[in-house]
């Protein structure tokens, strides 16, 4: 007899959607009595769910949801959207640098080519703020790759955020090539994309 385990809901505050844990984000009352955006989902201290868009955790802020959920005053940074968009942001800088100490990260135009037309990158990176020329060279190859429509094209950080990632080094164009940290800094991704959406 096989059981199927429970999938763990919560309501968005926003919204009043009762929608599973994975598919929300938590906020959680500091010992300061602010509230802060528990992006690992696993800081201590009583939470709040959000639906995982900008849009949405301003909206909370604005309609002052937290206080109302949690049935209690509580402080809010000047621009909580925000405040979460930067902490996100470092968890996708944070798996980039362990793919790198992995040896999953190739950097520098050439070597980025390389993987491309080996078919070993999983992502390819670009600088955000990446000049236009480079860019276009760059969306070229994946065109006549074939690859425009398949891999994923992380270009959501700037050079400086990068270079974070890759040990102060100013690289425009990366590439990553595998491991379980690729995996990671997809996911993280994925997440970052989702909550900038227009909705």
Same mark, same amino acid.
């Given at each position: 007899?096989?059981?199927?385990?429970?999938?763990?809901?919560?309501?968005?505050?926003?919204?009043?959607?009762?929608l599973?844990?994975t598919?929300?984000?938590?906020f959680?009352v500091?010992?300061?009595?602010?509230?802060?955006?528990? $992006?690992? &989902?696993?800081?201590?201290? +009583?939470?709040?769910?959000?639906t995982?868009? !900008?849009?949405?955790?301003?909206? /909370? #802020?604005?309609?002052?949801?937290?206080?109302?959920?949690?049935?209690m005053?509580?402080?809010?940074?000047d621009?909580?959207?925000?405040?979460?968009?930067?902490?996100?942001?470092?968890?996708?800088?944070?798996a980039?640098?362990?793919?790198?100490?992995?040896?999953?990260? $190739?950097? &520098?135009?050439?070597?980025v +080519?390389?993987?491309?037309?080996?078919?070993? !990158?999983?992502?390819?990176?670009? /600088? #955000?703020?990446?000049?236009?020329?480079?860019?276009?060279?760059m969306?070229?190859?994946?065109?006549?790759?074939?690859?425009?429509?398949?891999l994923?094209?992380?270009?959501?950080l700037?050079a400086?955020?990068?270079?974070?990632?890759?040990?102060?080094?100013?690289?425009?164009?990366?590439a990553?090539?595998?491991?379980?940290?690729?995996?990671?800094?997809?996911?993280?991704?994925?997440?970052?994309?989702?909550?900038?959406a227009?909705?």
């Amino acid at each position: 007899m096989t059981t199927h385990r429970q999938i763990a809901t919560r309501e968005c505050c926003v919204t009043k959607q009762i929608l599973p844990k994975t598919e929300l984000m938590r906020f959680v009352v500091g010992p300061d009595d602010q509230i802060y955006p528990d $992006v690992t &989902g696993k800081a201590g201290g +009583r939470g709040v769910w959000v639906t995982p868009t !900008a849009h949405h955790v301003a909206e /909370a #802020q604005k309609r002052k949801a937290f206080t109302r959920a949690l049935k209690m005053q509580v402080k809010m940074p000047d621009d909580l959207a925000g405040l979460t968009q930067e902490h996100l942001e470092n968890r996708l800088i944070g798996a980039l640098q362990l793919a790198r100490k992995g040896g999953f990260l $190739v950097m &520098g135009a050439v070597k980025v +080519r390389s993987a491309l037309e080996s078919d070993k !990158a999983r992502a390819l990176i670009t /600088a #955000q703020d990446a000049r236009e020329d480079g860019r276009r060279k760059m969306m070229q190859l994946l065109r006549v790759l074939e690859l425009d429509d398949t891999l994923p094209h992380i270009d959501i950080l700037g050079a400086e955020q990068l270079s974070l990632a890759f040990g102060g080094k100013n690289v425009i164009h990366a590439a990553l090539v595998g491991g379980a940290a690729a995996n990671s800094a997809l996911e993280r991704y994925k997440t970052l994309v989702r909550y900038l959406a227009k909705t």
